[in-house]
């Protein structure tokens, strides 16, 4: 197949690659900087650039401003919606120039869609919440509502649409890479109340999700890109701490997070719902990591 990518040059996107590479596929990038992507996956910097006669069977859209490379100013939060709103319009110019559209069109999201849920002090009961949940007006849920609405005008053109709504993906790098440096020092432990919930996923299986999703007419709409069982902060950093071999013993108090963080402390890793990939589960979708331990332990090779 041939198939587009923007954020191909991203933590999830370089895995994408490889995977599909491997499976001969033939890829496009999206990209600020071409030089940096290796061969053989051509790219390209301007959606403006493709001629309207190339046909892709499949686009997949994860470029955008990392969401917590930075404290949330003003500034900074418009950076992180306009880089996916404006990516994901210029995706949508080029559907209505190109002379047979795509299949396909799997576009990026996140778990944050379906907001903070109960506030971070209350103990939240953890019913559990699929792709019918609804998400509410905090920044994440309003940025993924936003990205996710743009995306589905990619079907009134009659393009299959996915949205694909991440939760924290473990591999090498990415959101582990960050939580890991006080751990190795002893200084790790739960944050805040640490009866939020994390859904996470292993980096293989989002891969084989978007893969599910390319291989599953059936598949459209809303689909959560995270394991089958999500844990409450506190059961992470313990079963990290065990992985490591170091303890967890040293929480991080809820005003220390907002003091030093904001918003972004207050949405990111104060609050969380318990969020469950039933759309994956019901479409026989079978999880190679399916537990965090196993997960943690090939992320971190240990
Ligand atoms: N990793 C996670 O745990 C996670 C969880 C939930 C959702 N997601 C979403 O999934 C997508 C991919 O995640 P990732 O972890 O692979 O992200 P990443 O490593 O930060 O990569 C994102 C890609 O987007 C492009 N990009 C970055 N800033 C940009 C900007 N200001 N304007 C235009 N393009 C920009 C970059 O491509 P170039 O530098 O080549 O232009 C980069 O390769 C993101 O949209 C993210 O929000 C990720």
Redesign the pocket.
Known sequence: MRILI?????????QLCQRLLQEQHQLL?????PE??PGPIE?IQNLDQLDAALYFDVVI???????A?KRWSEGQKR??I???V??TRALITYFKRAKRKPSLLIS?????YYGLGEASSVVDAGAPVDEDGGGDQSFSSQLCQQ?EAIALEASELGIRTCL????????R???LAKMLPPFKLGLGGRVGSGSQWMPW?H?AD?VGIIQHCIANEAVQGAIN?TAPNPVRNREFVRTLGRVLGRPALLPLPAFIVRLLLGQMGEELLLAGRRIVPRKALDGAYRFQYPDLEPALREALGK
């Not at 990038?29 to 900087?33: F, I, K, N, P, Q």
């Open positions: 923007t954020g191909g040059t991203g933590f999830i996107g370089t990038v999206l990209t600020r900087r940096q992507v790219a859209n994860l470029a955008g401003e990392a969401i490379a950076e992180i306009e880089s996916r404006n990516t990026g999201s996140a778990i944050g990205w694909l709504r991440t939760g924290i993906v473990l591999g790098g990415g959101a996923i980096i989002l890109g």
